[in-house]
């Protein structure tokens, strides 16, 4: 247990003389420990000359303080002691390299203190909470409490940079696990990301191909489109072939530091967890150490970017677009330019004519693509800053818009089987069925009887009276109270425990559902959550349709007669719920354009389509069996 005495900033100053001892410094390449596994094979070639570009692409309440331990009085003396040890230690360990030592202790050293500081705010806080009698003075001391170190650990988060600011941009998603203060105070972040200076981007631009900038580009704008927390996109035109281009450069210093930054995420987590064991979030830096090296290797995100456009260009009916990749390196990624504007620019859509709902639906159903569809990719990162939208008016039929879609470096595939039992989840969550939902949570998470309502909650975004009722319901504000005042009240404890448990491809479904329902949020759009989950339902039926099929084909030949028989069984269920669902979609399109309130009634839902739902999947299940 670490001593309060001299206690975070000691400790990182150890993690720091590690990481300085290694000789910090630039390098071209990456070590190998840090490929992803789907590039670990391509091989590392010098570079000289001009580069080969038509090659490979890597495209309730804590628990007491320990015993025995004190809070110093003289808290600024030792963060300011601690800091300097952090320093001495860097120097001791390369001593010729002292600007390097001195930026490591100091990113080190911002860390340890807005560590230690949150640490004794929150025990104090708490101390004085537990004697209060008046529950919403208690409140209001601990909302202020949760404010305070939202701030200082924004501050960190700005002036370290790099991976910190795409942990901040993760944590301002999670609203469902956080308390607001903090979730509100990190979405900045979403947009206030550091610029490379054009200097630094051409000295890695000849270090990673060997040529230098001007030579291969005719322009290259100074400043850059678009930052993100690992890298930014400049405009730029090729000199030889007089092609517009976006280029995405990772921030040169990223490489540099992020070893060290990673190890003071895992720190800050581990150090959490033993002065709070009953909020351990230790599975996000994990995430963080596994997710990490593959979206720093863009040529992996070349390769994703190829991938997912081969996918939906048989999906002709969904208007989106991936850019073409022309050529990657680790650091450098050259693509066609495809310019949009921001999801939430409300003004934009509405000025052109291009409907929300519409633009909702279509999201649901790329990304009910990408979870569903047979051997679709999974973007992991679809926050408000990795899509675009633009008017497109050149198709006769279908959406008036483009949905683009950047920055590809995180994705994930789901297995045919947690697949196929997600999509029954799911179909029993949206008919209300608790004994289905307890099954088949515990086939794709692993979670028991005891825990299956908090994680219903938890993929949803809604309250579980919601979730075992009628989910189409419109979410209103005394719904996030409830769910806010649950958290407060002692449930955030067992979600954060949860959550330590459950796989990790969950958790990035997780946070993909999270970030997509933010932005449906953010359209503002008529029809509610109903079109979304008639939509999800189709992907879902289609799901277990595709499942009847391949177990009656493993019994033989689909033309001997039972066989035949129940492939035409399985298919005439299929197409029954697939017309009433279209029909269901084209009835609030008309509700939509006459200006009523999409919502499915009671009765009418009851007695329909979740029946038809039902019996297509108690077949499946037959058919499984």
Sequence with gaps: MLSPSFPVSAAVAAVAARHIAKRIQPSTTLNAGWKCSRCRSLPLKPNSGRPNFSRQYGTSRPPPPPKGSKSSPRRRVILLASTGGAAGLGLLAIGDDVKVAYEAAERSGR???????????????????????????????????????????????????????????????????????????????????????????????????????????????????????????????????????????????????????????????????????????????????????????????????????????????????????????????????????????????????????????????????????????????????????????????????????????????????????????????????????????????????DKFPLFASAITGRDFTIVSSSITKPKEASEQKTMSTALQEGLLVDLVQMLGQVPRIILLILKTNDLTRSLDENLQTRQGPVRQFLILARYCMRTVFHEQVDEINSRGSPYWPPNAIQLLSAWLGFVRVEIKLEMFELWLSVKRALGLKSSIPEGVKAGSVMDAVTATLESATMAAA
């Excluded at 859509?349 to 633009?359: A, C, M, Q, T």
Aim: proline content about 4%; hydrophobic content about 40%.
């Design 111 to 449: 860390v340890a203190s807005a560590l230690y500081i949150n640490i004794q705010d929150y025990r104090t806080t708490l101390s004085q909470t537990d004697t209060m009698k008046d529950s919403h003075e208690a409140d209001q001391l601990l909302k202020a409490c949760h404010q305070r170190c939202a701030d200082r650990t924004l501050r960190v988060l700005e002036k370290n940079g790099g991976i910190f600011i795409k942990l901040g941009q993760h944590l301002s998603a999670m609203n469902y696990l956080l308390p607001t203060e903090w979730t509100n105070t990190f979405i900045p972040l979403q947009d206030k990301c550091p610029v490379s200076s054009l200097e630094s981007i051409q000295k890695m631009f000849k270090l990673d191909t060997g040529e230098e900038l001007f030579d291969y580009f005719s322009e290259f704008s100074p400043a850059p489109i678009g930052a993100a927390s690992l890298a930014q996109v400049h405009i730029a035109t090729i000199r030889e072939t007089g092609q517009k281009v976006a280029v995405k450069v990772q921030h040169p210093t990223l490489q540099q530091w992020a070893p060290l930054d990673t190890a003071l995420t895992g720190f800050t987590f581990r150090t959490l967890k033993r002065w709070f064991p009953e909020y351990d979030l230790e599975w996000l830096s994990s995430e963080v150490e596994y997710s990490l090296p593959q979206e720093l290797d863009f040529q992996c995100e070349a390769q994703n970017a190829l991938r997912t456009k081969a996918h939906f260009a048989r999906i002709s009916s969904l208007p989106l677009v991936i850019p073409d990749v022309l050529w990657a390196k680790k650091r450098l990624l050259v693509m066609a330019c495809e310019a949009g504007r921001r999801l939430d620019d409300l003004d934009y859509l509405d000025s052109n004519g291009i409907d929300r709902d519409e633009v909702s639906a279509t999201l649901a159903r790329i990304f009910n693509e990408m979870i569903f569809g047979k051997g679709a990719p999974l973007h992991c990162d679809p926050h408000g800053g990795n899509i675009a939208i633009r008017k497109n008016n050149s198709r006769r039929r279908g959406a008036n818009f483009d949905i683009i879609l950047y920055d590809h470096g995180l994705y994930r595939d789901i297995p045919e089987d947690l697949r196929r039992s997600y999509a029954k989840m799911w179909l029993a969550i949206i008919d209300g069925d608790l004994e289905r939902m307890k099954k088949y949570v515990n086939e794709v998470a692993g979670i028991g009887e």
